[in-house]
């Protein structure tokens, strides 16, 4: 049986606590109104039962667009209520440099980022076809570059960013973010996908200029001034079922006053989502809500020499994931 498509976020109104929903069609029904066991609390709640949720979740989602009158008539319109981060995860991670044209445009851009393979080339074009060399044996033979980013840079997908005095260089990543179903530890690749409950997008905000610590080189990145400042991953509008998306598939856009700076498709990316989780499992424990930032495309603030500054709006979308407006403002 064909399931209608749905996906879930996080709401309020008129000033009340937030409320876990169902979206479909431009409204909304709480999740408490479906009623499903599973279906309490929190997405993130109803992620700790994923098993029991999904089901649940699946049959509210075929009698609403069936025309059940009792669902039918608990439906808010969407635009009647403020849309929230779509949950609170306990951990984020993130893989740094996993677009291929991403990656090379870095190295390109910043000598610090330099591989030593690109040392002896005496011109850029030489540089960058080693470059490209490098990043063709990286994706079929090297690990995921993973790091931590703090649940506290978590913001809405319209919520401000604060620009701080303390950085010139604010940089832009929309990524597309995968949110684990169940506890993952030492997962393999071919069964990576049975962990994944959804995907939603990320802006995975990056002080350019804090990434390395020019008074400590030999210690390198700063991943925690560089990304993990209140605001500085904008997550959301809405979490999307896994069976709902094709993540090797997917368009990933952003603008900065309304002026497109990546278009990317998520084919390009170099590490698999299997083997990121892969990776990580291995190393840690991942927990039901947590999320993984996946990569940036092209077309970065440090690619075009453009960096972010109060009064700028960014608008980031994902196939069929929804859309981030970001607006900046001078931190108070």
């Not at 904008?234 to 309304?258: E, Y």
Request: glycine content about 10%; overall charge negative; proline content about 6%.
């Amino acid at each position: 049986m064909t399931i209608p498509s749905f996906s879930l976020g996080s709401f309020s109104i008129a000033g009340s606590l937030p409320f876990a929903g169902m979206v479909r069609d431009g409204k909304v029904i709480a999740l408490t109104g479906l009623g499903g066991e599973a279906l309490k609390g929190s997405i993130l709640d109803s992620l700790d039962r994923w098993d029991r949720a999904l089901p649940e979740l699946q049959e509210a989602a075929r009698r609403w667009a069936a025309g059940d009158p009792g669902l039918a008539a608990l439906a808010v319109p969407l635009e009647a209520l403020r849309v929230h981060a779509p949950l609170l995860p306990r951990q984020i991670f993130a893989t740094g440099a996993n677009y291929r044209k991403h990656v090379i445009d870095l190295v390109m851009g910043d000598p610090d980022m330099r591989f030593a393979e690109m040392e002896e080339a005496r011109t850029d074009e030489e540089r960058r076809q080693a470059a490209e060399r490098m990043m063709d044996e990286r994706a079929g033979n090297s690990q995921p570059y993973c790091f931590n980013k703090l649940p506290t840079s978590l913001s809405g997908p319209f919520d401000p960013l604060s620009i701080s005095e303390g950085t010139a260089k604010i940089d832009w990543e929309c990524e597309l973010a995968v949110v684990i179903g169940k506890p993952a530890r030492h997962v393999r690749a071919a069964d990576a996908s049975l962990y994944i409950a959804g995907y939603a997008i990320a802006n995975d905000v990056t002080a350019r200029d804090l990434v390395f610590r020019r008074d400590v080189k030999s210690l390198g990145t700063d991943w925690l001034s560089a990304k993990s400042q209140p605001g500085f991953t904008p997550f959301g509008p809405f979490l999307v079922p896994a069976q709902f998306v094709d993540p090797g598939n997917l368009r990933i856009c952003l603008s900065v006053n309304g002026r497109t700076m990546q278009d990317e498709q998520t084919g390009d990316m170099l590490i698999s989502i299997d083997r990121q989780i892969e990776y990580l499992s291995a190393r840690v424990q991942l927990l039901p809500g947590d999320i993984i930032c996946t990569g940036s495309p092209a077309g970065n603030g440090s690619h075009h020499g453009i960096f972010l500054k109060p009064g700028d709006e960014m608008v980031a979308t994902i196939t069929g994931l929804g859309e981030q407006r970001t607006t900046c403002i001078a931190a108070a």
